[in-house]
C-alpha cells in the first residue's frame, strides 16, 4: 500500500497565488500516517486532492494498493430524524454489528447511542462520525481533526484501539498535536507554507502501539523534529 | 383560550370597526355610508349562517388550491434541483411569471373556463404557486455539506434521501413559508370569486357591494378574517407537531 504525489501544483479558482508548488511526497504501508502543519497551510486542500474532491491541479497523485479512499471531518453531521444507534445500524454491514459495539464501547459513547446527535458533546459528535467511518468498506481514511474536542486519554485509546483492530488499513491522521502525531504515527508528512522549499518534508514518528515499549527520549527527538521542520 | 392569531385578528378588526364608527359619527355620516352599531349586529345575525357557509366553501377552495401548489412547487423544485442550469433557469422564471400579478390574467381564466370551481381553484393555486416554488427550490438546491458528505463519499446519496436530508434541516423555514402561502391562497380565491365567480365570500362581497351595503361587508370580513386565522392556526399545529416528533429524541 502507498501513495505518492509527484510535482503537485495548484491554486484555487481566481486566486492569486499557488496553495502548492512542485508538491511530492510519498507514504506507504498500512498504520497510521499524519499530515502536520500550522493552521491555513492547505492540509485540508490536500486532503481532499487526496479523496479526490478536488481535482484540475498538476502533477499526479498515484496509489497502490489503494482502492478506496474516504475523508472525513470534524464538522460533520449525523441526520437528525432517528438516534446515533439507529444510524449505525443503517449504514454498517449486518456483519459488522459486533464490530460496532466494540468501537461504540472503545469510544466511549455507550450511553450515547440511544440520542440524537445534536444532544450530544461535540467531543461525543466527532466520535460518533468516526464509528460510522470506520464501519465502512475503505483502503485509506483521512481523519481531518476527527478527534477534535475529545480528552487526550479518550484520544489515545481510541488510536491504539483503531490501529489494533485494522492493521492492513491505512489512516492519514490529520492533527495540530504534534505530541499525538509524533508518538501514534509512522510516517509524518510536515506540510510548510508555499513559500519554503521543499513544501512538505516526511519525518518519522514513534509508530506507538498497544503493549510496546515507549521510549520518553526518542519521542521528545520527534516532536523537536517535527516543529522545527514546520 | 384563544389562540395569538385569532386574539390578534380579533384586536384589528375592532379597531378598524371601532375607526369606522368614529369617522361616523365625527363626520356625521348616515347610516347609508356607514351603517351603525345595531344595522351591523342586526345583519351579522341575518347573514351570519349563509356567510359561513360562504367562507367554507370559499375555504375549502383555497385549501385545495393551497395543497395543490405545495405538490406543484414539490414536484418542479426536486426537478429544478437536478442540475444547476435547470434550478437556474426555474427559478429565474418563478420571480419573472411571479413579478406578473396573477390577478391580471384572472379575466383569461374566467373566460376560458368559466365561472366555476376550476377558475377559484386554478386562481388560488397560482397566487400562492410561486412564492412556494422560490423557497422550495431554495432549500432542495442548497446541499447540506456537513451531512451530505458520508453518504456521498460512501455511495449511499440517493436522490430520494438528499431530498429528505434538506426537507429535514429546513422544516422551519417550509412550514414559515407554507403557512404564510396559505393567507395568500386564501385572498388568491376570494379575489377570483370576486372577479367572476357564481359562489363563495368573494361573491357575496361582490353582492354586498352592488347594494353598497358595508354591514354585509363588515359581516363577510370578519368570518373570513376568523376563518383564515382557524386555517393558519390548524397548519401552525400541524407543523409544529411534525416538528417535534421528528425531533423528539
Redesign the interface.
Known amino acids: 500500500m502507498a501513495l505518492e504525489a509527484r510535482h503537485v501544483s495548484y491554486r484555487y479558482p481566481n486566486a492569486t497565488g499557488e496553495v502548492f508548488s512542485e508538491l511530492s511526497f510519498r507514504i506507504s504501508g498500512p498504520g497510521f500516517h499524519a499530515l502536520f502543519g500550522p493552521s491555513g497551510v492547505g492540509k485540508t486542500t490536500l486532503a481532499k486532492m487526496l479523496?479526490g474532491a478536488i481535482k484540475g491541479f498538476e502533477g499526479e497523485i498515484a496509489s497502490n494498493g489503494i482502492q478506496r479512499v474516504?475523508?472525513?471531518?470534524n464538522?460533520?453531521?449525523?441526520?437528525?430524524?432517528s438516534?446515533v444507534r439507529a444510524h449505525f445500524e443503517a449504514?454498517a454491514p449486518a456483519a459488522d454489528r459486533r464490530r460496532m459495539d466494540e468501537l461504540i464501547e472503545t469510544f466511549d459513547i455507550a450511553d450515547q447511542v440511544g440520542?440524537?446527535f445534536h444532544?450530544l458533546s461535540l467531543g461525543q459528535q466527532n466520535r460518533a462520525?468516526l464509528i460510522?467511518?470506520l464501519l465502512?468498506e475503505f483502503d485509506l481514511l483521512i481523519m481531518d481533526e476527527s478527534l477534535a474536542n475529545v480528552d487526550e486519554l479518550t484520544r489515545e485509546k481510541i488510536i491504539l484501539k483503531i490501529k489494533a483492530i485494522f492493521p492492513e488499513r491505512g489512516f492519514l491522521y490529520i492533527s495540530h498535536n504534534v505530541a499525538e502525531v509524533a508518538k501514534f504515527c509512522r510516517e509524518v508528512l510536515v506540510l510548510r507554507g508555499p513559500v519554503k522549499t521543499p513544501q512538505v518534508i516526511s519525518l518519522q514518528g514513534r509508530d506507538h502501539r498497544e503493549g510496546s515499549e515507549f521510549n520518553h527520549r526518542l519521542l521528545e527527538r520527534a516532536m523537536l523534529e517535527i516543529v522545527n521542520a514546520a | 383560550m384563544l389562540h395569538r392569531r385569532i386574539y390578534q385578528f380579533l384586536i384589528i378588526y375592532g379597531l378598524g370597526l371601532g375607526l369606522l364608527l368614529v369617522l361616523k359619527y365625527s363626520l356625521n355620516l348616515s347610516d347609508y355610508v356607514i351603517p351603525g352599531p345595531d344595522e351591523i349586529g342586526r345583519t351579522g345575525r341575518t347573514y351570519a349562517g349563509p356567510y359561513f357557509l360562504a367562507v367554507l366553501n370559499t375555504l375549502g377552495v383555497a385549501i385545495l388550491g393551497h395543497i395543490l401548489s405545495i405538490c406543484l412547487a414539490t414536484i418542479v423544485a426536486v426537478i429544478g434541483r437536478l442540475t444547476a442550469w435547470i434550478g437556474s433557469f426555474i427559478r429565474t422564471a418563478a420571480f419573472n411569471i411571479q413579478a406578473y400579478p396573477i390577478v391580471a390574467v384572472a379575466p383569461i381564466i374566467f373566460i376560458l373556463l368559466g365561472d366555476g370551481l376550476p377558475s377559484r381553484l386554478l386562481i388560488a393555486a397560482m397566487i400562492c404557486y410561486f412564492p412556494l416554488l422560490l423557497s422550495f427550490i431554495g432549500v432542495f438546491s442548497e446541499p447540506v455539506r456537513?451531512?451530505e458528505?458520508?453518504y456521498e463519499?460512501?455511495g449511499?446519496l440517493t436522490w430520494r434521501l438528499q431530498i429528505?436530508?434538506r426537507a429535514?434541516?429546513n422544516i422551519q423555514k417550509l412550514t414559515t413559508v407554507i403557512v404564510g402561502s396559505a393567507t395568500m391562497a386564501m385572498v388568491g380565491t376570494i379575489v377570483a370569486e370576486f372577479i367572476a365567480a357564481t359562489a363563495g365570500i368573494g361573491y357575496s362581497i361582490r353582492i354586498a357591494l352592488y347594494q353598497s351595503d358595508l354591514a354585509k361587508i363588515l359581516v363577510a370580513l370578519f368570518l373570513i378574517g376568523v376563518g383564515t386565522s382557524l386555517y393558519l392556526v390548524s397548519l401552525e399545529w400541524i407543523g409544529n407537531a411534525l416538528q417535534s416528533r421528528?425531533?423528539r429524541?
Do not use: C
Request: proline share 3%; charged share 30%.
Open positions: 479523496a474516504l475523508y472525513t471531518y464538522l460533520e453531521r449525523l441526520p437528525g430524524w438516534n449504514v440520542s440524537r444532544r462520525n460510522r467511518y465502512q | 456537513e451531512i458528505h458520508f463519499s460512501t449511499r429528505k436530508i429535514f434541516e421528528l425531533k429524541a
